[in-house]
């Protein structure tokens, strides 16, 4: 008479899936955002970046428009957790 073990079919194949998934997170690494990169510098207590709004484009503005375009803008506490898992390797 054949009898047949629901378990012993079933843990070859957990423990076999198991394995699986610790390989696929060990191959895994963080990269760096590119784009992020580009536009935000890390400091001390957090990131910066330039003005939006002034690279082209910018003929039939006023000047007291365009100063308010020049300078540094500083990240926000939300944009920090953003830009750190942007920015792992900075």
Do not use: C, D, E
Not at 4 to 24: E, G, K, W
Not at 57 to 77: D, Q
């Amino acid at each position: 008479m054949f009898t047949f073990s629901l378990t012993s079919f079933i843990r070859p194949v957990v423990s076999s899936f198991r394995a699986s998934l610790q390989v696929s997170a060990l191959r895994h690494q963080s990269k760096t955002h590119r784009a992020t990169y580009k536009r935000w510098r890390k400091t001390a207590s957090g990131y910066k970046r330039g003005i939006q709004g002034r690279k082209h484009g910018n003929a039939g503005f006023a000047a007291s428009v365009l100063k308010k375009r020049t300078g540094t803008a500083y990240s926000t506490h939300t944009q920090s957790k953003i830009l750190q898992r942007l920015l792992p390797n900075l």
